[in-house]
């Protein structure tokens, strides 16, 4: 268990699985057959091929973090594309996880090393001002 949660601790976790389930909700929610998807054309394959794009940049986005900011934006880009091709998004619910799961993968930041609080409201209480600086 310590070593699952290592490897979560790593990884922009919780955005890749909202984006992955996000785009498993919307292929679910698909109501036609594929038979009738390829005799529509084109937009009915993209009711198809933007949710499977979805799960697949959540999975990427869980197994390589390091490309993690263009998995997000194609995933973001992705689940308000099914806005039109799929249902309306997955009834908003396929959507709206897409889109937080990518909200949250683009903002993650891998461990850093922490950096000291200074406030500047506490500088200017104690009387400390930054010096002007000079030409």
């Not at 922009?12 to 909202?18: H, I, K, T, Y």
């Not at 197994?63 to 091709?85: D, H, K």
């Not at 619910?93 to 922490?114: A, H, K, N, R, Y």
Request: charged share 15%; net charge positive; proline share 6%.
């Amino acid at each position: 268990m310590a070593s699952f949660r290592h490897w979560r601790a790593v990884r922009p976790f919780w955005g890749g699985l909202l984006l992955t389930l996000g785009g498993a909700e919307i292929l679910l929610t698909e109501k036609a057959s594929l038979k009738v998807v390829m005799h529509i054309g084109m937009q009915g394959l993209a009711g198809y091929l933007l949710p499977l794009l979805m799960v697949i940049c959540g999975l990427l986005i869980l197994f390589n973090p390091a490309q993690r900011l263009f998995y997000s934006i194609l995933g973001v880009l992705a689940s308000l594309g099914t806005w039109l091709t799929s249902n309306l998004g997955g009834f908003l619910i396929g959507l709206l996880l897409g889109v937080v799961g990518s909200c949250l993968t683009f903002g993650w930041l891998p461990d850093q090393e922490p950096r000291p609080a200074r406030s500047w409201r506490r500088r200017v209480r104690r009387g400390h001002r930054e010096p002007a600086a000079q030409p």
